[in-house]
């Protein structure tokens, strides 16, 4: 079975303070994804990447950004945190084989700021 | 740029009732469809998906779905549901080509009472 692991379940942080969320995937996929999930938005893609060191703006990049330097990790950077970056984030990721397919998701991490 | 629909937000049904969510997009081309499903502190999870072929696709859990490109929808349906179905469903695509990332629909909330 494939495994998406993220680094915290729950995380506290401070407005200003940078935050790095961690993502690892057992199964040699070469996509990943950030999502962040909020009611009544659904989940809206935050950043992606198709190979290490590769990445690309989602829809909602904005004070975000990303590193994927291994293949198994994608990991997400809040580089000043802000209260309205409190949210579910979910990593997925998925082998893509030339066309789009199931994405497995990892069990999320709820941020709050304060 | 897809986008994704989901009529309702919140279902409230008891069990043994008929279930149908609806889900329509907009993307002009070919499209890939899926159907997630999130019960309470659980991952995200696949409950079935469309690629190509029978436009009626069966799932986990009795879960069947039909994609009708004429109307651009993809609407999730169970004859008799269970109070284990209490969870929210979320409708998402990707387009075959391009941007192999989810749009995903604003989920909705099943609730099914005993």
């Known amino acids: 079975d494939v495994k998406v692991t993220q680094s915290s379940r729950y995380l506290v942080k401070r407005t200003g303070e940078k935050v790095f969320l961690e993502c690892v995937q057992d199964m040699d996929h070469e996509n990943m994804f950030w999502y962040r999930q909020d009611p009544g938005l659904g989940l809206r893609l935050i950043y992606f990447?198709?190979?290490?060191?590769?990445?690309e703006k989602g829809d909602i990049p904005e004070g975000y950004s990303v590193s994927r330097e291994k293949k198994e990790r994608f990991s997400l950077i809040l580089e000043s945190a802000s209260t309205n970056q409190t949210s579910m984030y979910l990593c997925?990721?998925?082998?893509?084989?030339?066309?789009?397919?199931?994405?497995?998701f990892g069990p999320g991490t709820r941020l709050t700021v304060l | 740029a897809q986008s994704v629909s989901q009529h309702n937000h919140h279902v409230i049904l008891s069990e043994a009732a008929s279930l149908e969510l609806g889900c329509n997009y907009s993307y002009g081309g070919t499209v890939n469809l899926f159907w997630y499903v999130q019960y309470p502190g659980q991952h995200l999870q696949l409950l079935l998906k469309y690629f190509s072929g029978d436009p009626l696709v069966k799932g986990i859990k009795g879960f069947e779905a039909e994609f009708i490109k004429s109307k651009f929808s993809f609407n999730l349906r169970k004859p008799s549901v269970q109070w284990s179905d209490t969870a929210e469903y979320f409708c998402?695509?990707?387009?075959?080509?391009?941007?192999?990332?989810?749009?995903f629909g604003s989920g909705t909330r099943l609730q099914v009472q005993p």
């Open positions: 998402a695509v990707t387009a075959y080509t391009g941007r192999r990332a989810l749009t």
């Open positions: 990447s198709y190979d290490v060191k590769m990445k």
């Open positions: 997925a990721s998925f082998y893509g084989g030339g066309k789009a397919g199931e994405q497995f």
